[in-house]
């Protein structure tokens, strides 16, 4: 019978090949054993380091940058950002006052866009807030003003009968554009804590106008000579009177000498501040 190959080795060499046998045996057996494939639970924990494997957790998605804060008084941040200014939401019923008085700006060739609701607090808010970029005429206002409708009706108004033709009696142009200093905005009556009726969408500064021909009239109070400006700023600032309760304007005091401000503030017994 013939003897078996490790008969013939030497001594030393077969104690070194049963070693060898017994540890790889015993590396087979760890590293695939019936408590590995049977656990529920994995040996490497996700998110922790082990000795066998670790799995990193993925870091947060920074936000981008440069991104706005959400500013509820802002069209363009209301709820979360967005790419175009918001409309009204669908299906949002409208007061017939608020439908009723839309069609007359309709009407009136004035171009608009609803906004989203504004609520900034206290008294800083609009219902029903509406974005007004051009008026009668192709007149634009610049930048697009943000106001209620019925503000919005009443300086439409004044364009069309009172700005508009005495520019082209005394010029003998059109109104081509009226660049506004301020519409809503969320702030106090200086040196009170009344609210401004620019807080409601409620008033509207008037800065310069610019008329078709390039001339460009400032509102601030004229020089002397400067006769058909001073005609028409005092014409169009005491026509006001029949359309707003409030015209305020450059010799009332140091905070209105560079602009009118127009606004519709109701008052006990039809009070109407022209100054």
Known sequence: MRKAFGAYLPGKVRTVASVFAIAAGAIAFTSCSVIDVMSPEPRAD????????????????????????????????????????????????????????????????????????????????????????????????????????????????????????SARWRYLSGVKTIHQGSSYSCRRIAGTNTASEHSKGNALDVMRIELNNGRDIDVRKPGWFAFREKSLLTNVRRGGCSYFTTVLGPGYNAAHADHFHFDLKGRRNGYVACR
């Open 46 to 165: 996700v998110g922790y380091t082990s000795s066998i494997a670790s799995v990193t957790p993925r870091a947060p998605v920074a936000s981008s940058s440069g991104m706005q804060r959400l500013v509820p008084s802002n069209p363009m941040m209301v709820g979360y950002p967005r790419l175009n200014q918001p409309s009204a939401p669908q299906g949002m019923t409208m007061p017939a006052a608020e439908a009723q008085c839309r069609q007359q700006l309709r009407r009136m060739g004035v171009t608009y866009r609803d906004l989203a609701p504004i609520n900034d607090g206290g008294s800083c808010r609009i219902d029903h807030p509406i974005q007004v970029s051009s008026l009668a005429g192709n007149i634009r206002m610049q930048p697009a003003a943000t106001l209620n409708c019925q503000m919005a009706l009443a300086f439409a108004s004044w364009t069309r009968n009172e700005l508009a033709p």
